[in-house]
């Protein structure tokens, strides 16, 4: 009977043991994540590496599923909707698959169902974007599968799976503009009163910085300096109208800001002064 237990508390240790032993990975778990505008883009997925094999059309097979990495099934996240290659794609997380093939255009899919090993059980059915992407060639070999998130714009970019000598590029595009432009919107409705000059002021100079519905910020600006006047949205009604084609306008809220600038005590005016300044005369200079 006590050899039994003591066999009893022996194997409990080794279970113990193992459960709580952690061990390298041969495609070890990675991810990347990334805020596109407001949009945010997470990338979970097992990177496998080369190791000296004969990857594309060997180890992965063209014309056939890929789970674009290794072990359970790669998953991406887009916090906002967004276009896929010019596709709609719903605010979600997807299971991400490619379909490799021997030209310079794969195939990839946003799959609704992200429980699955790889693409084992994988259903063309449940693919909610299918859509070509672009492939190209390099002369650098990436060992480990990666992928990376990078933008071209506050409205566009592309995530890139880069592994072994291939590069595989998928667009991403979001509703950049008009997301800021609701979260404006909804930042109003909840403003106490004595704040909201701030909000449409910052609104209307995203706008602006964005060239992007001048009329949307040159209501904003107004409501502002309107609420309260300051060198600080005095300057931004100055560089919306800049930006809309009113010199004139713009000349005179540019003066006004140095006006209340040089009469207020603000440490911060220093360091819009000199700006203030050279835009005023840029826009004298005009015919």
């Known amino acids: 009977m006590k050899r039994l237990l003591q066999l009893t ?21 990675a991810s990347v994540s990334y805020v596109l505008g407001v949009t945010d883009i997470k990338i979970a997925y097992s990177s496998p590496a080369v190791r000296d094999r004969d990857v594309w059309g060997t180890l992965v097979p063209y014309n056939e599923v890929w789970r674009a990495g290794a072990n359970e ?13 010019g596709e709609n794609l719903a605010a979600g997380t997807y299971a991400f698959f490619l379909t490799p093939k021997e030209g310079d255009k794969w195939t990839a ?13 994988f259903d063309a059915a449940k693919d909610v974007v299918t859509t070509d992407v672009e492939v190209k060639g390099s002369s650098v070999n990436e060992e480990w599968l990666n992928y990376t998130i990078n933008e071209f714009s506050q409205e566009s970019g592309y995530i890139r799976l880069a592994w072994e000598k291939k590069r595989i590029y998928i667009r991403v595009k979001a509703k950049t503009v008009d997301l800021a432009v609701a979260n404006v919107e909804k930042a109003l409705t909840s403003a106490k009163d004595d704040d909201k000059w701030q909000i449409y002021a910052r609104g209307a100079q995203y706008l602006a910085d964005a ?21 600080y949205n005095y300057w931004i009604l100055a560089q919306v109208q800049g930006k809309a084609g009113d010199t ?14 040089n009469a207020s ?23």
Do not use: R
């Open 73 to 85: 099934a790669t998953l991406m996240h887009f916090g906002t909707d967004v276009s896929i290659e």
């Open 109 to 121: 899919h946003f799959n609704s169902d992200t429980t699955l090993w790889g693409a084992y059980g």
């Open 248 to 261: 004139s306008g713009a000349i005179a809220s540019a003066e006004k800001s140095l006006e209340l600038g």
């Open 265 to 287: 005590n603000d440490q911060f005016f220093g360091e819009f002064k000199e700006s203030i300044s050279k835009a005023i005369d840029a826009w004298k200079d005009k015919p």
């Open 211 to 231: 060239g992007e519905q001048l009329d949307k910020a040159m209501e904003w600006a107004k409501e502002s300096v309107g609420l309260k006047e300051g060198f």
């Open 9 to 29: 508390i022996a194997l409990s240790f080794i279970v113990c043991t193992l459960q709580a032993q952690q061990l390298p990975q041969k495609s070890p778990h």
